[in-house]
C-alpha cells in the first residue's frame, strides 16, 4: 500500500520570507510521481509541482522548489519570497500504477 | 475545452436518499477517479476506472457504486444517503501513465 505522510496541519510565514513543508511517503514500485497540490478557499485543486521518480533533478516552478530525497523518501516543497496568495492547504500526493494518495495537508498561512 | 465537468456543485439530501453526483471530461482521458475530502483527513480515494467498462474500488468504497460505460462520463451513486457522507466530493481525470490529472471543481454534499 502507498502512503503519504504530512506532519504540520498548520504553519505560518511572514511574508517575503521562505517556508518549507514537510511531506514523507511509502511505497514499493520503482516508477511514481509525487506531486504538490494548492486548495485556496475556493477549493479547486492546483498543481503547484510534479516530480518523476526516475529524475534526480529536483523539479523547479519559479517561486516553487522540491527536495526530492529518493532514498528517504521524502519530498519537500520550500516556497521562497512568500506572498498572501500563497495562503491555502497544501497537499503531497504520490501516484504509481493506482490513482493519486494524498496526504492530509499542511495549511499555510501568510501573514503580512 | 471543459476539462472535467462536476455536477451538481451543492447538494443537501436527507438520510435514506439516493442520487448521482455527475462527473464528465472532455479530453479523452482513460483513467478518471472519485475522491472525498474530509476536514483533517485530505482526499480518499472512493472509486477509480482505468478505462469504459473497468472500474475498481479505492480506500473508502462502502455506500457508493460507480459504473464506467463510455470514457467521457464516470457518475458516483449514493443508494442511501447517511450523514457519514456529508464531505466535499472531486471527480479527476489523467491519461494513462502520464499522472497529469485534471481535477473537477467539487460537490459540497450535505446529508441531514
Known amino acids: 500500500a502507498q502512503t503519504v505522510t504530512q506532519s504540520q496541519p498548520e504553519m505560518s510565514v511572514q511574508e517575503a520570507e521562505t517556508v518549507t513543508l514537510s511531506c514523507t511517503y511509502d511505497?514499493?514500485?520503482?516508477?511514481?510521481?509525487l506531486f504538490w497540490y494548492k486548495q485556496p478557499p475556493s477549493r479547486q485543486m492546483i498543481l503547484v509541482i510534479r516530480q518523476e521518480a526516475y529524475k534526480q533533478q529536483n523539479a523547479t516552478e519559479n517561486r516553487f522548489s522540491v527536495n526530492f530525497q529518493k532514498a528517504a523518501k521524502s519530498f519537500s516543497l520550500k516556497i521562497s519570497d512568500s506572498q498572501l496568495g500563497d495562503t491555502a492547504m497544501y497537499f503531497c500526493?504520490?501516484?504509481?500504477?493506482?490513482?493519486?494518495?494524498f496526504g492530509k495537508g499542511t495549511r499555510l498561512s501568510v501573514i503580512a | 475545452n471543459a476539462g472535467v465537468t462536476q455536477t451538481p456543485k451543492f447538494q443537501v439530501l436527507k438520510t435514506g436518499q439516493s442520487m448521482t453526483l455527475q462527473c464528465a471530461q472532455d479530453?479523452?482521458?482513460?483513467?478518471m477517479s472519485w475522491y472525498r475530502q474530509d476536514p483533517g483527513m485530505g482526499l480518499r480515494l472512493i472509486h477509480y476506472?482505468?478505462?469504459?467498462?473497468?472500474?475498481d474500488q479505492g480506500e473508502v468504497p462502502n455506500g457508493y457504486n460507480v459504473s464506467r460505460s463510455t470514457t467521457e462520463d464516470f457518475p458516483l451513486r449514493l443508494l442511501s444517503a447517511a450523514p457519514s457522507q456529508t464531505s466535499v466530493y472531486f471527480c479527476?481525470?489523467?491519461?494513462?501513465?502520464?499522472?497529469?490529472?485534471?481535477f473537477g471543481s467539487g460537490t459540497r454534499l450535505t446529508v441531514v
Open positions: 479527476a481525470s489523467s491519461y494513462g501513465g502520464q499522472a497529469l490529472y485534471t
Open positions: 476506472s482505468v478505462g469504459a467498462g473497468i472500474t
Open positions: 479530453m479523452n482521458h482513460e483513467y
Open positions: 500526493a504520490l501516484s504509481g500504477n493506482t490513482p493519486l494518495v
Open positions: 511505497t514499493s514500485e520503482n516508477n511514481y510521481y
